[in-house]
């Protein structure tokens, strides 16, 4: 009785192993189907190409652009600085022909705009300069011929201001000027010129 269990047992291990050879032998021939992906190819726009800054930040005499003093703005701030540019506009009060001068418009302090180029007009490209007179008086004294400086007597009034002219002006770069202009993008309350090139009507 035992041996006969015992020879069954025998018979069904053999089968178990031959089935499980065909099975393995069946798996490891089949072969799976490969699906093959497409190229994957990058589709990176293209790097731009900046362009160029119109102007240099400063120039050979190191004076700056007006763009970049713009640009150096948080450096610049609160120091002197030479920048070059094109008298754009200077201010002149307005006509006036009541008796009483009370009655006229107000009439600001002297000052004027430069730019980078003659074509920069508007106001956004312009550094406005004050400073360069107290009042309308002293800059019509100094117009007559004679020698006039501030009160504090710091800066000589200059007569040779004129729309077209380009300057290297020196001062201090400031939000505010001690005479109440005061502008975000900075002003240059002025302290001397040099005429580098004179407007065309003028050569």
């Known amino acids: 009785m035992f041996g006969g269990n015992m020879g069954t047992r025998l018979i069904g291990l053999v089968l178990t192993a031959a089935l499980l050879s065909v099975g ?85 302090a002297p ?10 007009t508007d106001r956004a490209d312009q550094l406005i300069i004050v400073g360069y007179a107290d009042n309308q008086e002293q800059l019509a004294r100094a117009r007559r011929g004679r020698k006039t400086t501030t009160i504090d007597g710091s800066v000589v009034v200059p007569t040779n201001l004129k729309v077209g002219n380009k300057i290297v002006a020196k001062g201090h770069f400031r939000l505010i000027s001690s005479g109440g202009f005061n502008t975000s993008n900075g002003l240059l309350e002025y302290a001397s010129h040099d005429t580098v090139e004179k407007a065309l009507a003028q050569k």
């Not at 004027?112 to 003659?118: E, G, P, R, V």
């Open 111 to 120: 000052h004027m705009f430069i730019a980078d180029a003659l074509d920069k």
């Open 24 to 108: 393995c032998d069946q798996f490891s021939s089949a072969e799976a189907p490969v699906e093959q992906l497409p190229e994957i190819v990058p589709n990176l726009p293209e790097v731009p190409t900046l362009p160029p800054p119109p102007f240099p930040t400063t120039y050979d005499d190191e004076s700056y652009s007006v763009y970049g003093l713009r640009q150096k703005l948080r450096q610049a701030l609160d120091t002197d600085v030479a920048v070059t540019g094109y008298i754009m506009d200077i201010y002149e009060p307005p006509p006036c022909k009541e008796r009483k001068k009370e009655d006229c418009p107000r009439v600001d």
